[in-house]
């Protein structure tokens, strides 16, 4: 696997290769997989940032430990990816998209921000 140079949200992607036809979300949409069981909501936000509230549901895999051998595949379900405003989610499923890991993968386009904005539900620790 190619690593990007070390920065503490990128371990495993290269800027110069962008993709864009990468399937964005809304998140309403993903509260309506979400209840619909059809979807897998993958946080890649630190767990520091978890402090802020999390989606119920989703599960934590963090940037800085991303590793692709985690991701759930073979599923039948659409895998979305969230973090604090759509900007590191957006790696992670340009990264997956690009590399074949994943066929129906999404961005959370906003992230929890746009997520609250939404006035969608977030679990407190």
């Not at 290269?14 to 946080?43: A, G, H, Y």
């Not at 890649?44 to 802020?52: A, D, K, N, T, Y």
Request: with cysteine; proline share 6%.
């Amino acid at each position: 696997m190619n690593l990007s140079t070390p920065n503490k949200h990128t371990p495993y992607f290269k800027k110069e290769k962008i993709v864009t036809n990468i399937f964005e979300c809304e998140p309403k949409e993903v509260q309506s997989w979400l209840e619909q069981r059809s979807v897998i909501l993958i946080d890649v936000r630190e767990e520091s940032e978890l402090i802020s509230g999390r989606v119920s549901g989703a599960i934590n895999l963090p940037l800085s430990r991303f590793d692709p051998d985690k991701l759930p595949v073979h599923t039948g379900k659409r895998v979305a990816f969230l973090c604090a405003h759509g900007i590191r989610s957006r790696q992670v499923t340009e990264y997956v998209v690009l590399n074949g890991l994943l066929d129906n993968a999404f961005n959370v386009t906003g992230g929890v921000s746009a997520w609250l904005q939404d006035g969608l539900p977030l679990e407190k620790p």
